[in-house]
C-alpha cells in the first residue's frame, strides 16, 4: 500500500540526516518540505522563535501538544538542560510511530516522553501518571479548537505555575480565535504576538506566547 507522508518524511531523515545529530535531522525536514512535499511542521522561521523562547524560559518541566512527525519535539529536546522532563503528546499513533523513530535517530529518546493519546483525557492524568506538579514551558500545536479547552484543563488541574510559559502555534493560519481573546483579555496571563508565516510558505501566520501570572 502507498506510504503516507510522514513516513516518506523518515525516510528523507535516514537518508539525508547524520544519526545522533539533532541539527542535521531538523534541516533533512525542512529540505524535505520545501523541496518535496509541504508538511505542518513548525518550520525553520517559527522555529527559530520556538528556539529563542526555550532558550529564553530554560524549563525544568516541558509539554508539548501535538507531536506529528517529531520536528519541534527534536527542535525543543536538543536545548533542554540535562534532567528536564519532557512530555510530548500525540492523538495520531501512525504519527507517533514516526515521531519516535525521528526523535530516535537525532539520539534525543532519552529526553522525551512521547504519549499517544488525546490532550483533552491526558492532561488530567498528567500528574498522576507523571509526577509533575507544574509545567515550566508549554507549547500548543495540536487541534486548533483544542487550545482554549485544554488551557482551562492547565488552570483547573492546577498544572500552571507562576512564570509558567505558554506557546501557541497557528494563532492566525489555521487561527485559534477563541484562544487568542481567552488569553489576551484575561487578567491571569501576559500574551505577546510574535509575526511570522506558515511553514514553508509566505502565507501570514504567527507564535503567541502567554506568561501565567498566578
Ligand atoms: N494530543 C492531541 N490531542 C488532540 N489532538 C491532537 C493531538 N495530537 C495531534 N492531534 C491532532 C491534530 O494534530 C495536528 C494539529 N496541527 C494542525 O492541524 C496544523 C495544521 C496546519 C495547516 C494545515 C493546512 C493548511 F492549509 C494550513 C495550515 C499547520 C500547522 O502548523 C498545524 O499544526
Ligand atoms: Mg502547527
Not at 78 to 91: A, C, D, M, N, Q
Not at 146 to 173: Q, T
Request: include cysteine.
Amino acid at each position: 500500500t502507498r506510504s503516507t507522508r510522514p513516513q516518506r518524511m523518515l525516510k528523507a531523515v535516514q537518508k539525508n540526516a547524520i544519526r545522533g545529530n539533532p541539527e542535521s535531522v531538523i534541516s533533512a525536514i525542512d529540505y524535505f518540505c520545501k523541496h518535496s512535499e509541504w508538511a505542518m511542521n513548525v518550520g525553520d522561521e517559527k522555529g527559530c522563535i520556538l528556539d529563542s523562547v526555550v532558550t529564553e524560559v530554560d524549563p525544568s518541566t516541558v509539554l508539548e501538544l501535538g507531536t506529528y512527525c517529531g520536528y519541534s519535539t527534536v527542535r525543543i529536546a536538543r536545548l533542554l538542560s540535562p534532567g528536564t522532563k519532557f512530555i510530548t503528546v500525540e492523538f495520531n499513533p501512525a504519527s507517533a510511530e514516526v515521531a519516535r523513530k525521528i526523535i530516535a535517530y537525532a539520539g534525543l529518546q532519552d529526553k522525551v516522553t512521547l504519549v499517544e493519546g488525546a490532550s483533552g483525557d491526558l492532561i488530567p492524568q498528567i500528574k498522576k501518571l507523571y509526577g509533575i506538579t507544574t509545567f515550566d514551558f508549554i507549547f500548543l500545536d495540536h487541534w486548533k479548537d483544542r487550545y482554549l479547552p485544554d488551557i482551562k484543563l492547565f488552570e483547573e488541574y492546577g498544572l500552571l505555575g507562576k512564570g509558567s510559559v505558554l506557546l501557541a502555534d497557528n494563532v492566525i493560519c489555521p487561527g485559534t480565535p477563541e484562544y487568542l481573546e481567552y488569553v489576551r483579555n484575561s487578567p491571569r496571563y501576559e500574551s505577546r504576538y510574535y509575526p511570522s508565516h506558515l511553514e514553508y510558505t509566505k502565507v501570514e501566520d504567527g507564535l503567541e506566547k502567554s506568561l501565567f501570572l498566578g
